[in-house]
Protein backbone atom coordinates (compact mmCIF):
# COMPACT_ATOMS: atom_id res chain seq x y z
CA UNK A 1 0.00 0.00 0.00
CA UNK A 2 2.91 2.38 0.51
CA UNK A 3 4.54 1.41 -2.89
CA UNK A 4 7.64 0.19 -0.96
CA UNK A 5 8.60 -3.03 -3.22
CA UNK A 6 6.89 -6.04 -4.16
CA UNK A 7 6.27 -8.37 -1.37
CA UNK A 8 7.11 -12.33 -0.91
CA UNK A 9 4.45 -14.03 1.45
CA UNK A 10 6.41 -17.27 2.57
CA UNK A 11 4.09 -19.92 4.69
CA UNK A 12 4.51 -23.80 5.66
CA UNK A 13 1.16 -23.76 5.14
CA UNK A 14 0.41 -24.73 1.10
CA UNK A 15 -2.23 -22.18 -0.22
CA UNK A 16 -2.44 -20.15 2.29
CA UNK A 17 -0.06 -17.72 1.28
CA UNK A 18 -0.77 -18.08 -2.35
CA UNK A 19 -4.39 -16.75 -1.75
CA UNK A 20 -3.72 -13.86 0.48
CA UNK A 21 -1.23 -12.62 -2.35
CA UNK A 22 -4.25 -13.25 -5.16
CA UNK A 23 -6.37 -11.41 -2.49
CA UNK A 24 -3.88 -8.64 -1.89
CA UNK A 25 -2.99 -8.09 -5.96
CA UNK A 26 -6.88 -7.77 -6.66
CA UNK A 27 -7.12 -4.42 -3.70
CA UNK A 28 -3.66 -2.76 -4.96
CA UNK A 29 -4.77 -3.28 -8.63
CA UNK A 30 -7.87 -1.47 -8.25
CA UNK A 31 -5.64 1.23 -6.71
CA UNK A 32 -3.59 1.01 -9.29
CA UNK A 33 -0.32 0.14 -7.06
CA UNK A 34 2.14 -2.01 -9.49
CA UNK A 35 3.89 -3.49 -6.26
CA UNK A 36 2.93 -7.12 -6.79
CA UNK A 37 2.64 -9.87 -3.91
CA UNK A 38 3.78 -13.60 -4.36
CA UNK A 39 3.21 -16.71 -2.40
CA UNK A 40 5.57 -19.50 -1.92
CA UNK A 41 6.06 -22.54 -0.02
CA UNK A 42 9.59 -22.43 -1.00
CA UNK A 43 12.31 -20.78 0.56
CA UNK A 44 14.71 -20.42 -2.31
CA UNK A 45 12.10 -17.56 -3.30
CA UNK A 46 13.38 -15.12 -0.76
CA UNK A 47 16.91 -15.04 -3.41
CA UNK A 48 17.67 -11.39 -3.58
CA UNK A 49 15.64 -9.77 -0.56
CA UNK A 50 16.46 -6.03 0.47
CA UNK A 51 14.04 -7.20 3.58
CA UNK A 52 13.74 -10.08 5.28
CA UNK A 53 10.15 -10.30 7.98
CA UNK A 54 10.61 -12.70 10.22
CA UNK A 55 6.82 -13.36 11.81
CA UNK A 56 7.27 -17.12 11.86
CA UNK A 57 5.94 -18.82 14.94
CA UNK A 58 3.04 -19.89 17.51
CA UNK A 59 0.76 -16.52 18.54
CA UNK A 60 -0.38 -16.27 22.19
CA UNK A 61 -3.75 -17.94 23.25
CA UNK A 62 -5.81 -15.88 25.87
CA UNK A 63 -4.09 -15.74 29.29
CA UNK A 64 -0.67 -16.45 28.01
CA UNK A 65 2.34 -14.01 28.08
CA UNK A 66 4.82 -13.31 24.96
CA UNK A 67 7.10 -14.98 27.50
CA UNK A 68 5.30 -18.05 27.23
CA UNK A 69 6.13 -18.45 23.74
CA UNK A 70 10.38 -18.46 24.36
CA UNK A 71 10.85 -22.08 23.79
CA UNK A 72 8.55 -22.80 21.09
CA UNK A 73 9.64 -20.03 18.92
CA UNK A 74 12.49 -19.68 19.58
CA UNK A 75 13.00 -23.47 17.95
CA UNK A 76 10.88 -22.31 14.92
CA UNK A 77 13.41 -18.68 14.15
CA UNK A 78 16.36 -20.78 14.52
CA UNK A 79 14.93 -22.77 11.73
CA UNK A 80 14.07 -20.08 9.93
CA UNK A 81 17.84 -18.49 10.86
CA UNK A 82 19.11 -21.11 8.32
CA UNK A 83 16.89 -20.17 5.44
CA UNK A 84 18.17 -16.51 5.64
CA UNK A 85 21.77 -18.05 6.13
CA UNK A 86 20.89 -19.68 2.91
CA UNK A 87 18.87 -17.09 0.82
CA UNK A 88 19.41 -13.79 1.69
CA UNK A 89 22.20 -13.02 3.85
CA UNK A 90 22.72 -9.64 3.02
CA UNK A 91 19.15 -8.27 3.91
CA UNK A 92 18.03 -6.30 6.52
CA UNK A 93 16.10 -8.09 8.97
CA UNK A 94 12.99 -7.12 11.11
CA UNK A 95 12.09 -9.83 13.78
CA UNK A 96 8.67 -9.46 14.70
CA UNK A 97 8.02 -13.48 16.48
CA UNK A 98 7.56 -12.88 20.58
CA UNK A 99 8.60 -12.87 22.57
CA UNK A 100 10.04 -10.04 20.46
CA UNK A 101 13.18 -8.78 22.31
CA UNK A 102 15.23 -12.05 23.39
CA UNK A 103 14.31 -13.35 19.59
CA UNK A 104 15.66 -10.65 18.05
CA UNK A 105 18.70 -11.19 20.15
CA UNK A 106 18.51 -14.74 18.54
CA UNK A 107 18.24 -13.84 14.79
CA UNK A 108 21.15 -11.26 15.54
CA UNK A 109 23.20 -13.91 17.67
CA UNK A 110 22.46 -16.73 14.92
CA UNK A 111 23.23 -15.20 11.85
CA UNK A 112 26.24 -13.23 12.97
CA UNK A 113 24.92 -9.82 11.38
CA UNK A 114 25.44 -6.24 12.78
CA UNK A 115 22.89 -4.51 14.63
CA UNK A 116 22.63 -2.01 11.82
CA UNK A 117 20.87 -4.70 9.45
CA UNK A 118 18.99 -7.24 12.42
CA UNK A 119 16.05 -5.32 14.17
CA UNK A 120 12.98 -6.11 16.17
CA UNK A 121 9.65 -4.68 15.60
CA UNK A 122 7.56 -4.03 19.69
CA UNK A 123 7.99 -0.41 20.45
CA UNK A 124 6.04 0.68 16.96
CA UNK A 125 3.06 -1.51 17.72
CA UNK A 126 3.35 -0.77 21.80
CA UNK A 127 3.72 3.20 20.28
CA UNK A 128 0.08 2.62 18.05
CA UNK A 129 -1.45 2.11 20.89
CA UNK A 130 -0.60 4.27 23.33
CA UNK A 131 -1.08 7.27 20.99
CA UNK A 132 -4.64 5.64 20.52
CA UNK A 133 -5.40 5.75 23.92
CA UNK A 134 -3.30 9.67 24.39
CA UNK A 135 -5.94 10.94 21.50
CA UNK A 136 -9.37 8.94 23.50
CA UNK A 137 -8.33 10.45 26.36
CA UNK A 138 -7.53 14.42 25.71
CA UNK A 139 -10.20 14.27 22.60
CA UNK A 140 -7.45 15.64 20.72
CA UNK A 141 -6.42 14.23 16.93
CA UNK A 142 -4.45 11.29 16.92
CA UNK A 143 -2.72 13.26 14.28
CA UNK A 144 -1.31 15.88 16.43
CA UNK A 145 0.11 12.92 19.13
CA UNK A 146 3.55 12.23 19.26
CA UNK A 147 4.76 9.88 21.84
CA UNK A 148 7.53 7.05 22.60
CA UNK A 149 7.06 3.78 24.37
CA UNK A 150 10.60 1.45 25.55
CA UNK A 151 11.73 -1.01 26.89
CA UNK A 152 10.42 -4.81 26.77
CA UNK A 153 7.54 -5.67 24.38
CA UNK A 154 5.85 -7.29 27.15
CA UNK A 155 5.16 -7.26 30.70
CA UNK A 156 8.31 -4.15 31.13
CA UNK A 157 6.83 -2.10 28.55
CA UNK A 158 7.57 1.63 29.27
CA UNK A 159 5.02 4.31 27.89
CA UNK A 160 6.35 7.67 28.25
CA UNK A 161 4.38 10.16 29.16
CA UNK A 162 7.17 12.33 29.90
CA UNK A 163 8.11 12.45 26.40
CA UNK A 164 4.96 13.01 24.68
CA UNK A 165 3.25 15.58 23.26
CA UNK A 166 0.34 16.79 21.85
CA UNK A 167 1.44 19.23 18.53
CA UNK A 168 4.89 19.59 20.82
CA UNK A 169 2.96 20.88 24.24
CA UNK A 170 4.14 18.61 26.98
CA UNK A 171 1.30 15.87 27.10
CA UNK A 172 1.41 16.59 31.30
CA UNK A 173 -0.43 19.48 30.79
CA UNK A 174 -3.73 17.80 29.29
CA UNK A 175 -3.38 14.79 31.77
CA UNK A 176 -3.46 14.42 34.87
CA UNK A 177 -0.91 11.63 36.99
CA UNK A 178 -4.07 8.88 37.33
CA UNK A 179 -4.68 9.34 33.89
CA UNK A 180 -0.99 8.81 32.98
CA UNK A 181 -1.17 5.88 34.94
CA UNK A 182 -3.89 4.56 33.38
CA UNK A 183 -2.81 5.16 29.93
CA UNK A 184 0.46 3.31 30.33
CA UNK A 185 -1.60 0.31 32.49
CA UNK A 186 -4.19 0.15 28.89
CA UNK A 187 -1.33 0.20 26.50
CA UNK A 188 0.77 -2.70 28.38
CA UNK A 189 -2.69 -4.61 28.26
CA UNK A 190 -4.72 -4.22 25.48
CA UNK A 191 -3.12 -6.59 22.64
CA UNK A 192 -4.31 -8.97 25.30
CA UNK A 193 -7.96 -7.92 24.62
CA UNK A 194 -7.51 -8.11 20.68
CA UNK A 195 -6.68 -11.97 21.18
CA UNK A 196 -8.98 -12.98 23.28
CA UNK A 197 -11.42 -11.09 21.08
CA UNK A 198 -10.56 -11.75 17.21
CA UNK A 199 -7.22 -14.41 18.40
CA UNK A 200 -4.52 -12.32 17.17
CA UNK A 201 -3.24 -8.61 16.35
CA UNK A 202 -3.05 -8.24 12.51
CA UNK A 203 -3.46 -4.38 11.25
CA UNK A 204 -1.40 -2.38 13.66
CA UNK A 205 1.64 -4.93 13.49
CA UNK A 206 1.58 -4.74 9.52
CA UNK A 207 1.48 -1.09 9.66
CA UNK A 208 4.23 -0.71 12.40
CA UNK A 209 6.69 -2.93 10.01
CA UNK A 210 5.87 -0.63 7.30
CA UNK A 211 6.83 2.39 8.61
CA UNK A 212 10.43 0.57 10.12
CA UNK A 213 10.65 -0.51 6.66
CA UNK A 214 9.67 3.13 4.89
CA UNK A 215 11.87 5.07 7.03
CA UNK A 216 14.61 2.72 5.85
CA UNK A 217 13.96 2.25 1.84
CA UNK A 218 13.34 6.46 1.98
CA UNK A 219 16.92 7.32 4.38
CA UNK A 220 14.03 9.19 6.01
CA UNK A 221 15.69 9.00 9.44
CA UNK A 222 12.87 8.80 11.54
CA UNK A 223 13.31 8.21 15.12
CA UNK A 224 10.70 5.21 15.73
CA UNK A 225 11.35 3.06 18.74
CA UNK A 226 12.85 -0.14 17.81
CA UNK A 227 14.35 -3.45 19.80
CA UNK A 228 18.03 -2.71 18.96
CA UNK A 229 21.27 -4.70 20.53
CA UNK A 230 22.73 -2.14 23.14
CA UNK A 231 26.48 -1.65 23.25
CA UNK A 232 27.04 0.53 26.11
CA UNK A 233 23.87 2.64 25.71
CA UNK A 234 21.56 3.28 28.93
CA UNK A 235 24.58 1.39 31.02
CA UNK A 236 23.97 -1.72 28.79
CA UNK A 237 25.64 -4.62 26.49
CA UNK A 238 24.52 -7.53 24.51
CA UNK A 239 20.49 -7.58 24.91
CA UNK A 240 18.38 -6.43 22.70
CA UNK A 241 15.19 -3.84 23.63
CA UNK A 242 13.19 -1.49 22.54
CA UNK A 243 14.56 2.31 22.45
CA UNK A 244 14.39 4.96 20.35
CA UNK A 245 16.24 4.69 17.30
CA UNK A 246 17.15 6.38 13.73
CA UNK A 247 16.26 4.45 10.81
CA UNK A 248 17.91 5.32 7.78
CA UNK A 249 19.41 3.26 4.14
CA UNK A 250 21.68 2.00 6.67
CA UNK A 251 19.02 0.41 8.78
CA UNK A 252 19.87 1.16 12.28
CA UNK A 253 21.92 3.88 12.24
CA UNK A 254 21.99 5.38 15.91
CA UNK A 255 20.36 4.63 19.28
CA UNK A 256 18.66 7.53 21.02
CA UNK A 257 19.64 7.43 24.83
CA UNK A 258 16.75 9.46 26.65
CA UNK A 259 17.70 10.90 30.24
CA UNK A 260 15.44 8.76 32.31
CA UNK A 261 13.77 9.50 35.62
CA UNK A 262 14.34 6.93 38.66
CA UNK A 263 11.20 5.57 38.40
CA UNK A 264 11.59 4.87 34.78
CA UNK A 265 14.81 3.60 34.74
CA UNK A 266 13.34 0.76 37.40
CA UNK A 267 10.85 -0.70 34.96
CA UNK A 268 13.74 -0.21 31.96
CA UNK A 269 15.90 -2.07 34.24
CA UNK A 270 13.60 -4.78 34.81
CA UNK A 271 12.72 -5.20 30.89
CA UNK A 272 16.52 -5.61 30.39
CA UNK A 273 16.76 -8.12 33.13
CA UNK A 274 13.71 -10.21 31.95
CA UNK A 275 15.37 -10.41 28.52
CA UNK A 276 18.50 -11.02 29.94
CA UNK A 277 17.25 -13.54 31.73
CA UNK A 278 15.42 -15.44 28.77
CA UNK A 279 18.23 -15.17 26.09
CA UNK A 280 19.98 -17.32 29.11
CA UNK A 281 18.34 -19.83 28.08
CA UNK A 282 19.42 -20.06 24.09
CA UNK A 283 22.42 -22.52 23.36
CA UNK A 284 23.89 -20.15 20.71
C1 LIG B 1 1.08 -7.68 19.98
O1 LIG B 1 1.43 -6.91 20.87
C2 LIG B 1 0.97 -10.11 20.06
O2 LIG B 1 2.95 -8.97 20.60
C3 LIG B 1 1.83 -8.95 19.79
O3 LIG B 1 0.12 -7.47 19.24
Redesign the pocket.
Known amino acids: LRELGDVLLLDIVEGLPQGEALDINHQLAEQGIDCIARGSNNYEDMKGSNFVVVVAGV??KPGMT?MDLLKTNADIVKGVCDKIKNYAPDSKIIV?T?P?DPLTYLVLKSLGGNRKQIIGM?GM??LS?FKEHISTVTGISRDSVQAMVISE??ENMLPLVRFSSLSGIPLTEFVTAEQSEDLATKTKS??AQ??SLKG??VY??GNAVSTMVESIVKNKKAILPVSALLEGEYGYNDVCIGVPCVLGDEGMEKIIELRLNENEKQVFDLGVQSVKNAIKSFSL
Open positions: GRRVNLGLDRHGIAVIATAP
